[in-house]
Structure formats: structure tokens, C-alpha cells
């Protein structure tokens, strides 16, 4: 049996909160998350700031990041499938985008001393 990967989430952001309590209900027990407000600090993940600024998804060694790891998380529950559309060639760099911008401006509100 290999270790579950981990979802590193900032516990501290309503939207977040909402789509992990979703998330919780329907994962496989292959899936951790990590709300990084309880996290200690460890040599082995990116500092604080960086996990708060978007989604990280720990897969042993490798790392996911932003949109991506969102629409890796959400393949560990049945419902997986209806996310991929958002890897499409045509849809990813929109959707890209409207992450980043959304997880830019959700981290300087939330946190405008580490802007």
C-alpha cells in the first residue's frame, strides 16, 4: 500500500473550506487534506506563504500546483471525471488563468501584509 497524497488547502479561506468539506465526503482514504493552518513547519514542504498563495498536491516527491492539483484531488472521488474538461488544450489556459487571478487576489485580501 503506498502513503496517501496530501492536499495542502488554506483552512482560513471560506471558498476553500466549502469545496474541501465536499471534497472530504466523497475522497478515497488515498487522499489527505492538510489545511495549512495546522501545519508545522517542515524541510520537506514549501514555506507557509508559498502553500497559501494555491492548492499543492503532494504525490510522494512530486508536487501539483493551483488548477491542477484541484482537478487531481477531485480524481480521487467517483465524481472525478466531470472535472477533467478543465485539462482540455482549448480550456486550460482560461481556466489557468482564472485560477491564478482568483488565488492572487483571494491571497493579497486574505493576507495583504505578505503581498
Not at 469545496?19 to 465526503?25: I, P
Request: glycine content about 6%; hydrophobic content about 35%; overall charge positive.
Amino acid at each position: 500500500m503506498t502513503e496517501p497524497d496530501i492536499l495542502y488547502y488554506d483552512g482560513g479561506c471560506p471558498l476553500c473550506r466549502r469545496e474541501m468539506s465536499h471534497l472530504a465526503r466523497m475522497k478515497s482514504d488515498q487522499l489527505i487534506l492538510q489545511d495549512i493552518h495546522d501545519l508545522e513547519p517542515d524541510a520537506n514542504t514549501p514555506d507557509r506563504t508559498t502553500l497559501l498563495k494555491s492548492l499543492h498536491l503532494r504525490r510522494g516527491d512530486s508536487w501539483t500546483v493551483g488548477l491542477d492539483a484541484n482537478i487531481a484531488a477531485w480524481q480521487y472521488t467517483q465524481i472525478g471525471v466531470f472535472w477533467r474538461w478543465l485539462s482540455w488544450p482549448i480550456v486550460k489556459p482560461v481556466a489557468n488563468w482564472l485560477y491564478r487571478h482568483w488565488a492572487e487576489r483571494r491571497f493579497a485580501k486574505r493576507y495583504p501584509t505578505h503581498g
